[in-house]
């Protein structure tokens, strides 16, 4: 039958919860759960780059009003990928930022650096439909540094003075909060305390049977989240086999290794934590002993977001209910957007049962300039 007509007089179309209602018990429950952080210090890391950060945006755009829209195009992209990325992690952020001000630094000297102009990655850091996906990190990392370097000589002539100033800031903020514990991987801390490890912090202490898939679009938030984790589980008992990383461009023995360690039954094997970045997002089942995932970050892409949970709210799921968790620091005007743009899709997600490209666009429009601290209410 290929006639809509006709296919609209035979077909029925049943979400997930339509089948829940009539019985059917392999598809479970999704809750989407918000971690609000409230109460930090207004000189907290995470909250004075996001200030600076708009500072930075508000004198670039003043700066560059009259200018040609391809430099207006190339600017906006430099700070849609420092505000992801400052969004993402500090850690991710302050490299980032190295690129863009060491770019500055060669357009003054007048050193240019040719570099084709395809900026997509400032965007969007690369998804698993991506040919990208099977890079190495430092493959990756590289195209990313030399897109941001294309994209900040395009608009670094005639940098004002408070401009330089606000790098510099950012920059001595960002260097010495990078290593640290940041609000959000506290609360992980605390969650992975109070439901995997209830002795976290004493030696030996012992892991029960729960398993938690953790998500970052970025490799630099992945490796923070194995550092400041790693240090966390120290001297808990196997802490060495807890957690492990699930990337693009990992071979597929090494992936197949890991889905079926994570797979497992927990009873005989001791990974507990698996850290993913998109490029691995679609087409792995994680759902077989594990029904808590956190986005650590949340991507812009609404479809992306939804892949995200799809590895653990899906067919054959054991529990009846799978927890996807955000995190939203509720000081900081960026996170207060990001939080309706989660619960609008999860609205869209229960109603339609999916995210129609339409919607997917409309969506990214509303994006398509970063977030600006001034139109959060918009």
């Given at each position: 039958?290929?006639?809509k ?6 077909m029925?179309r049943r ?5 829940r ?7 479970p ?5 918000p971690i609000?952080i ?5 000189d907290?890391?995470e909250?004075?780059l996001?200030r600076l950060?708009?500072?930075?945006r508000t004198c670039?755009?003043?700066?560059l ?7 207006q195009t190339?600017?906006m ?7 992801k ?7 991710a ?5 190295s ?5 500055i630094?060669?357009q003054a000297?007048?050193q240019r650096?040719?570099v ?11 998804g ?24 900040t ?13 606000l790098l510099?800031q950012?920059?001595?903020?960002a260097g010495?909060a ?9 609360k992980?801390i605390?969650w992975?305390?109070d439901n995997?490890?209830?002795?976290l912090?004493?030696?030996r ?14 490799t630099?938030?992945?490796?923070y989240?194995?550092?400041q984790l790693g ?6 008992q196997r802490?060495?086999?807890?957690i492990?990383s699930f ?6 023995e ?5 889905k079926a ?6 009873e005989?094997?001791p ?6 970045t998109d490029?691995?997002?679609?087409g ?9 995932l ?11 977001m939804?892949?995200r949970?799809g590895r653990i709210?899906?067919?054959l799921q ?6 996807c ?6 000081q900081?005007a960026e996170d207060r957007?990001?939080?309706?743009l989660?619960?609008?899709?999860a609205?869209?997600q ?6 129609s490209?339409?919607?997917?666009r ?6 398509d300039?970063?977030i600006h601290?001034?139109n959060?209410?918009s």
């Open positions: 039958v290929t006639k007509q006709l296919l609209d007089d035979v029925v979400l997930k919860q339509d089948l209602e009539i019985g059917d018990t392999d598809f429950e999704r809750q989407i759960i609000v409230d109460g930090l210090s207004p907290a890391p909250l004075a996001a950060l708009q500072d930075y670039r755009e003043e700066r009003n009259n200018e040609a829209k391809s430099t190339a600017a992209l430099v700070m849609i990928s420092l505000q990325r400052l969004l993402s992690s500090i850690e952020f302050a490299r980032t930022l690129v863009h001000r060491k770019a630094e060669r000297g007048k650096v040719v084709g102009r395809n900026l997509s990655l400032l965007q969007e850091a690369p698993s439909d991506d040919d990208r996906a099977e890079l190495s990190e430092k493959e990756v990392e590289a195209e990313e540094d030399s897109k941001m370097a294309a994209a000589q395009l608009s670094a002539d005639a940098i004002s003075a408070r401009e330089l100033e510099n950012m920059a001595a903020i010495s990078r290593h640290q514990p940041d609000s959000r991987i506290k992980l605390e992975i305390r995997l490890c209830p002795d912090g004493q030696p202490a012992q892991w029960n049977n729960r398993r938690v898939v953790i998500f970052t679009e970025y630099d938030t992945k490796r989240l194995e550092e240090q966390a589980i120290a001297n808990s802490e060495n086999e807890r492990d990337t693009g461009g990992m071979g597929d090494r992936r197949e290794l890991i360690a994570f797979n497992a039954d927990p005989h094997h990974l507990r934590i698996l850290i993913a490029a691995a997002r679609e792995v089942n994680l759902q077989n002993h594990c029904a808590d956190f986005h650590f970050d949340v991507p812009w892409n609404p479809s992306r939804e892949q949970n709210d899906r067919k054991r529990q009846p209910v799978v927890r968790y955000y995190f939203q620091l509720r900081r957007v990001i939080d309706v989660v619960k609008k899709t609205t869209i229960q109603e339609l049962g999916s995210i490209p339409v919607i997917e409309n969506v990214g429009r509303l994006l300039r970063g601290a001034s959060e209410q």
